[in-house]
């Protein structure tokens, strides 16, 4: 048995290499003999800015809440704290800094720093570039944060939040909740700062804050404490638009690809799914087509309109997409292959549709295509809010477990 993975939107070849290596590794493991490859596109058929994205406002990168506050509410309040957190990474230290606490008589002797000061130090003392021998080092590599840890452990040791919250923290169990805002805000600057090239699960990304809190004089064990509860209900009242706003100079120009491959491979798909054509004809055995983002509308179209000739894509067992908007285009009269209202031609495969409902570019199947039963949804949770959600898949053991069923029932 083959497989065969088809990357995704905005993807190039070094992020490739460390995607597909970790798809390729964990289908092993559950396939021992099977093959696994990859059809790398990005370089031949991705797209750019041609003028460097000078079409685009608001290119500069925000860190303001927004102005534009509405009442949708997400559904999971971890993710939408995180929501903000990204927007803004210092909102849980600046409650922190300007309400304070109640304090229980204690204070702070001339000439003696306070609980919060201690905090601070030892935050600023942190290594700026772990060591990859070091769990945190190692774990920031492995999610994309390594390279804006620096800076984000610069920023927010020297903000003028952590030094009004450090006064006011003059007690320990005030300590250690700043320990907790501290380290949170450290992981969601660097989440920020690596925009769509994150690669970290809400597993990983609680790791990190849990090492760098403890690193400083923290309690692991506390989840948040009274800043977390204060911009948790917070969350749950605000929309998506401020992140939004914050993130389109970042996605549109530094990531244009991240959308311009969606929109060129409209315009010009067919040469993609010709050389997807190749590489599943390659080899003359069995294969699964896993299509991540773009990938996956890629297939749906190859599939379906080779199908529709009475030319299958011969021996493909069995389709998986993986955070695919093909049902969206379907359903809107974008999708290549399928008008609104047509069903799926016969020859067409089996279908697999995985998504994150935390992924603003992952659609449902189903629903679309009622009725035929080679269509099936799966969700999974990363546990992070868009956009890191849309890289985590691949992280996920659930992805492959449900991969793995699915293969065995299709023998």
Not at 114 to 135: C, F, I, K, N, T
Not at 189 to 208: K, Q
Not at 218 to 223: E, H, I, Q, V
Not at 389 to 411: G, M, N, P
């Amino acid at each position: 048995m083959r497989f065969l993975f088809v990357h995704g939107t905005g993807v190039r070849r070094a992020r490739h290499e460390v995607l597909f290596g970790r798809v390729r590794d964990r289908l092993a493991a559950r396939f021992p003999g099977a093959t696994v490859a990859s059809c790398y596109w990005g370089d031949r058929f991705g797209a750019e800015l041609s003028t460097g994205g000078v079409s685009v406002p608001g290119v500069r990168r925000t860190r303001g809440a927004g102005e534009d506050v509405l009442a949708t509410a997400p559904p999971d309040i971890v993710p939408a704290q995180w929501l903000l957190l990204l927007t803004d990474p210092l909102c849980e230290v600046r409650v922190l800094a300007e309400a304070g606490w109640e304090t229980t008589g204690g204070f702070t002797l001339p000439g003696v720093r306070s609980a919060g000061s201690e905090v601070l130090g030892l935050l600023a003392g942190l290594p700026p570039a772990p060591d990859r021998s070091d769990e945190l080092g190692a774990l920031l590599r492995d999610t994309g944060l390594f390279d804006g840890f620096a800076e984000a452990l610069e920023r927010v040791a020297g903000s003028p939040e952590a030094a009004r919250a450090g006064r006011n923290a003059t007690e320990d169990g005030h300590a250690r909740e700043l320990a907790t805002a501290l380290a949170r805000a450290v992981v969601a600057d660097a989440l920020a700062a690596a925009g769509p090239e994150a690669d970290c699960t809400g597993d990983e990304r609680d790791r990190l804050v849990q090492l760098v809190v403890t690193r400083i004089g923290g309690d692991a064990r506390m989840p948040g404490g009274r800043a977390a509860a204060v911009l948790g209900r917070l969350a749950l009242r605000v929309t998506t638009q401020p992140v939004l706003n914050a993130w389109r100079g970042s996605i549109t120009t530094g990531s244009a690809p991240f959308v311009g491959d969606i929109l060129r491979y409209q315009a010009r798909g067919e040469a993609l799914r010709e050389l997807l054509r190749a590489s599943i004809s390659q080899e003359p055995e069995s294969t699964v087509v896993i299509g991540h983002s773009l990938g996956g509308i890629a297939l749906v179209d190859l599939l379906a309109l080779s199908a529709a000739r009475g030319e299958p894509v011969p021996d493909v067992r069995l389709l998986v997409t993986v955070g695919s908007q093909a049902p969206f285009l379907y359903e809107m009269g974008a999708l290549t292959a399928l008008a609104p209202g047509e069903g799926l031609p016969p020859g067409f495969p089996r279908w697999l549709n995985i998504f994150d409902r935390q992924d603003i570019l992952a659609f449902l199947a189903e629903p679309v295509f009622p009725g035929d039963a080679r269509v099936s949804d799966h969700e999974v949770s990363s546990g992070q809010p868009f956009i890191p959600c849309h890289s985590a898949y691949f992280k996920l053991d659930a992805v492959y477990d449900r991969i793995a069923q699915a293969v065995v029932e299709t023998r």
